[in-house]
């Protein structure tokens, strides 16, 4: 894999597995219950895809009203973390650069929670070609963030061709460099709509935003093993 911000914010998250639900999301029964009920708003159904899974937060919840989850993520150590959360045989775990990955099938939801920020904005419209890739013709994309109501907790001072970066530091007091934008939802929605997705981005509780999209046009759909 290359030496880029893609590559060295994966290592970041590779090095931070075993400290993520103690300085993130957490395990707290407020939590659990919160992330449920942004769930339940959703209406998520049917087959999903879930990307950068991380620590299996969502999955859990998303398992309960999916018929199925596909989770995936770059970082082994995460998926060994959310595997031991999730006691059901409807979820499978695959480990997988997102960028790159190419789904065997296709979903009804692809979902993602705490991506949209720290994808580059030179690698935004090849993320989103994969989640063209991996939705059916009628699927629906949801993702939560954060929104710059929360920018102030964590100043991306350094502006570059992949957006703003942070600095991280671990427990250990090794430093890592992330990207991390806080998406305007207009200017989320805007951006979208210029690659051919029609999304609703708006806010939700945390001011976190939760975004909704589709295809803004039908387009015609190769589905894996037809000719
Ligand atoms: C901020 S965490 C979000 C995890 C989870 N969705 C949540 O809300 O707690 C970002 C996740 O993206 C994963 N990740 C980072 N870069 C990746 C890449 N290039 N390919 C696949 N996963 C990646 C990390 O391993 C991490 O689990």
Request: net charge negative.
């Given at each position: 894999?290359?030496?880029?911000?893609?590559?060295?914010?994966?290592?970041?998250?590779?090095?931070?597995?075993?400290?993520?639900?103690?300085?993130?999301?957490?395990?707290?029964?407020?939590m659990r219950d919160t992330i449920a009920g942004v769930v339940a708003e959703m209406h998520i159904d049917g087959d999903v895809l879930e990307l950068a899974g991380g620590t299996g937060a969502w999955t859990v919840e998303i398992a309960r009203v999916a018929r199925s989850v596909t989770y995936v993520d770059g970082a082994p150590e995460m998926a060994a973390i959310a595997r031991a959360k999730v006691d059901d045989p409807a979820v499978t775990f695959e480990i997988a650069d997102l960028f790159s990955y190419r789904p065997s099938r296709r979903f009804d939801v692809v979902f993602f929670a705490a991506w949209m920020s720290h994808v580059p904005d030179s690698r935004f419209d090849d993320f989103w070609a994969v989640v063209d890739d991996c939705l059916a013709p009628d699927g629906r994309v949801l993702f939560l963030d954060e929104s710059p109501a929360r920018a102030h907790f964590e100043p991306?001072?350094?502006?570059?061709?992949?957006?703003?970066?942070?600095t991280r530091t671990l427990s250990d007091g090794s430093q890592h460099v992330i990207v991390k934008r806080f998406w305007e939802p207009r200017a989320l929605e805007a951006r979208l709509a210029a690659i051919g997705w029609s999304a609703t981005v708006t806010p939700t509780v945390h001011d976190w935003y939760v975004g909704e999209a589709r295809r803004a046009s039908a387009r015609r759909i190769d589905q894996p093993g037809q000719g």
């Open positions: 894999m290359p030496d880029d911000v893609v590559a060295r914010q994966l290592a970041y998250y590779r090095a931070r597995a075993g400290e993520y639900d103690a300085t993130s999301y957490g395990e707290t029964p407020r991306a001072p350094f502006d570059t061709d992949d957006g703003p970066l942070a």
